[in-house]
C-alpha cells in the first residue's frame, strides 16, 4: 500500500471581511485560511468570513488570527481600550467589537463546528483527515512590528517559532524573511527567525499572507548543514533548483513589457480569473524542498483582489479505519509509521517509537 495520500488544500488569507468569490464546484480535503479575516475587526467582519469560510467545500477549515484580528489577541484588545483617548463608550465597543473573548467564541458556535472549522492558536496540531491521511500543522499569526495591532511582536526582541522536524504544514500570518516579503517600497517585511525556524524543520508547505504585494508561490530546494549562524535566504536556498510559480510580476503588465509579453500575460489573469484560483501541484521531495505560498486576497486599487492558491500534496496516511476530524494523532501517527516502515523520513531520521 502506498505511504501517503493526495490531499488538495484551499490556500486563502487577508480576506479583511471582503466580498470574495471563490471557486465553485471544487472539492478539497483542508482549507486554510492565514489571519485577517477581518479589516477593523469588527464582529460584523468576524460573522461574514465564518459564513464565507462555510461555502467552501472541505470538511476541515483551519483558522489563524493577522495583526487586524486584533480582539482575537485579548491583551492587545484590552490595551487598546485602556490607551484610547477619550475613552470609547462600553456599549458602543461591546456593539461593534463584543466584550473581551467574543469574537474568539464565534469561531467555537454551532455554525463553525458544524462546517468543520476550527481556530489554531499557536503550536503545533494534528488531524486525521476524511481521505486517510494525517496532518501535522504549525501555526502562528505573529508578525514583527511595533504596534498597536493584534499578535505583533518587537523585531529587535524576536519571536520563537518552534516548529518541529515532522510537521507537514506551517501556517502563519507574515512571511518569512526574504520569501515573497518585499513590500511596495521594496523593503523585505519578513521575519528572520521564521526564516531560520522553516530552515531547520523544511515541511512541505509554508502558507501566510500579511505582505500583498507578495502575493504568488514558490517553491524551494534547500542547501544543506548551513551553520546556524548564517540561515537566510542567500545561503541557504539553492536557486538553481527553486523555481517562482507565479507571482504578481508574471501577471500585470509592467512599464517596459512588448505588446506580446503584455497580451501573454493578459490571457494567464483571465484564464486564473474564469476558475478563480492558481494551481500548485508540484511534487514536493520532504525534507529537501518546500512550498512556499503567499495567499493575501486583497489587492490594490488597480487590481482590487488577488486569487486563493489550490494545492495538492502528499501527506502520511493513516493506518486507522476511522477518520476522527480534529482528534490527536500524535501516537497514532507513531504507531502507523512504525506498522507501515515510517512513510515519511525527514533528513533521514527515523520515526520516534510510540
Partial sequence: MDNTVATRFLILSDTHGDDIRLPSGQIYDVAIHCGDLTEESKLAEFKASIELLCTINAPLKLVIGGNHDFTLDT????????????????????????????????????????????FLDEGTHQFELQNGAILSIYASPFTPF??????????????????????????????????????DARRRAGCADLFSAIYRSRPQMHCFGHIHEGWGAKKVRWRLEVPEDDQTHFTAIDNDKSAVLENLAGLQPRKFDKPERREEKATKAKEYEDRRYCLAAETVESGAETLFVNAAM????????????????????????????????????????EEEGASKKIKGEQPTPA
Avoid at 473573548?101 to 468543520?116: K, P, Q, V
Avoid at 495591532?149 to 502563519?172: C, K, L, M, N, S
Avoid at 488577488?306 to 480534529?326: A, N
Fill in 298 to 337: 486583497q489587492g490594490t486599487n488597480d487590481h482590487p483582489m488577488q486569487l486563493p492558491w489550490l494545492v495538492q500534496l502528499q501527506l502520511p496516511r493513516s493506518c486507522s479505519s476511522t477518520s476522527t476530524l480534529g482528534s490527536s494523532t500524535t501516537t497514532k501517527r507513531k504507531r502507523c509509521l
Fill in 75 to 118: 491583551t492587545m484588545f484590552k490595551k487598546k481600550l485602556d490607551e484610547h483617548s477619550p475613552p470609547l463608550e462600553d456599549e458602543l465597543v461591546r456593539r461593534e467589537y463584543g466584550d473581551f473573548g467574543h469574537a474568539r467564541a464565534l469561531f467555537y458556535g454551532d455554525d463553525a463546528r458544524e462546517n468543520g472549522i476550527v
Fill in 146 to 183: 511595533k504596534s498597536d495591532w493584534g499578535f505583533q511582536y518587537d523585531p529587535a526582541e524576536g519571536h520563537e517559532f518552534d516548529i518541529r522536524e515532522d510537521v507537514d504544514v506551517v501556517v502563519t500570518h507574515g512571511p518569512p524573511k526574504g520569501i515573497m516579503d518585499y513590500t
